[in-house]
């Protein structure tokens, strides 16, 4: 079962990098516009799907989804970026929507297999950033291909995610045939019972412990965790890909090495502390929160002072990804602890989502507005926003 949560992960964030980076939206539009283009979407998707899933059948879903892969493979592997920019940007949407809709139906899935389960599609999509990070450095400097020949893989990826789901994925937790009503879900939910190290949290969560039919407490766990999501992810956005050109990048000789050596390091720390999830639990969330500040603080003075060397950056970057990735996991495992078994725990788990990309796309914004007035008051060459020559 980890290995099927971690493989679909795996697969959704890279499918979704390779369809966004063929388009070449960046030559037709400035930076914002295209973070606009490629989180919106998918933050409006996790909103509303959630009160239409109830209509679509289990099984079907992900035959839905990986159609919706194959037609967006199709279209943007026949688009060239000659071509006008709205094809390109409908398939952009269609990519997000798409990646969006993925996320969502693993997350109604893993209430059945618990906090394990949990675990693994946080580890998988970290593991997928990872390769974001580095695949156009292989592909492109290594391989001596273009960006847009990475479609040729993402066939191979939807095959993953249909063998995932239909083939290895465990049975036994999941309902057959039609989606089951909600309402008619056990009164205790699988997540709860089947939830690694409950009984050893030391901070036990006062909401969780609430029934999850109460009226209210969709809106409760809602408030309670979304800020906390939130703020990690725009905090993460903000180092990369927010500030990465006007932090010290002198130790690299091209940029696609230094934002790939960066972005690699933020998802590398977010993966072994969702991967330590399994044995250890967050105490405080503020406390955390506060350290992960503290690092962003530290790269915004990088940005104007150059307080160390490009691997200082590097080292920063990782401490950012542990800390935002161990809130990621206690998030979401107390969103499922409190709702799992509410009726509208799919409305929840939608809105904390959204929460997440809504974070990062502003971040993303933040960060853009940072780089760009740094490296407008500066003129030394350690950026590369200063530099003549990018490769």
């Known amino acids: 079962m980890g290995l099927t949560k971690i493989f679909t992960a ?17 030559i037709s539009y400035p930076q914002p516009v295209v973070i606009l283009l490629e989180l919106l979407p ?11 899933y109830g209509y679509v059948p289990k099984n079907a879903r992900f035959v839905l989804i990986t159609g919706a892969w194959i037609l967006v493979n199709t279209v943007v592997s026949a688009t060239p970026p000659n071509v006008l920019p709205p094809v390109r940007v409908l398939m952009t949407l269609l990519a997000a929507c798409s990646s969006a809709a993925t996320e969502l139906c693993c997350l109604d899935l893993i209430r059945d297999y618990g906090r394990l389960g949990l675990i693994a599609w946080a580890a998988g999509t970290s593991l997928g950033q990872m ?8 592909l492109t400097s290594f391989m001596g291909k273009t960006v847009r020949e990475g479609t040729g893989y993402m066939y191979q990826l939807v095959a993953i995610i249909l063998l995932a789901y239909y083939v290895f994925l465990p049975r036994n937790c999941l309902p057959t045939g039609a989606e089951t009503d909600l309402s008619n879900r056990d009164a205790e939910s699988n997540y709860k019972n089947m939830s690694l190290l409950e009984a050893a949290s030391t901070t036990p969560d006062k909401v969780a412990r609430k029934s999850g039919r109460q009226p209210r407490q969709i809106s409760v766990v809602t408030r309670q965790y979304l800020p906390a999501l939130l703020i990690t992810s725009a905090a993460q956005a903000m180092v990369y890909p927010g500030i990465s050109l006007a932090l010290d990048g002198s130790s690299f000789s091209s940029l696609l090495s230094w934002t790939s050596s960066l972005a690699f390091a933020l998802s590398f720390g977010s993966f072994v502390a969702r991967l330590s999830a399994m044995s250890l639990r967050l105490g405080n969330h503020r406390v955390v929160l506060v350290l992960l500040a503290w690092t962003v603080v530290l790269l915004l003075a990088d940005s104007i002072f150059f ?39 799919l ?3 939608g809105m904390i ?26 003129v030394d060459r350690g950026r590369f926003c200063h530099r003549a020559i990018w490769n």
């Open 10 to 26: 795996f697969a959704n964030a890279v499918l979704a990098r390779i369809a966004h980076a063929a388009n070449y939206l960046i």
């Open 42 to 52: 998918a933050a409006v998707t996790k909103l509303f799907l959630p009160f239409v």
């Open 131 to 138: 390769a974001n990070a580095t695949w156009p450095l292989v």
């Open 307 to 345: 307080l160390g060397s490009s691997y200082v950056v590097i080292c920063v970057a990782l401490c950012s990804g542990l800390l935002g990735g161990a809130i990621y996991v206690e998030v979401f495992d107390g969103v499922l602890q409190a709702v799992s078994d509410h009726p509208d725990f």
């Open 347 to 349: 409305i929840a788990i």
């Open 353 to 378: 989502s959204a929460g997440d990309t809504l974070g990062s796309l502003l971040g993303g914004w933040v960060g853009f507005v940072w780089e760009t007035t740094v490296c407008n008051m500066t």
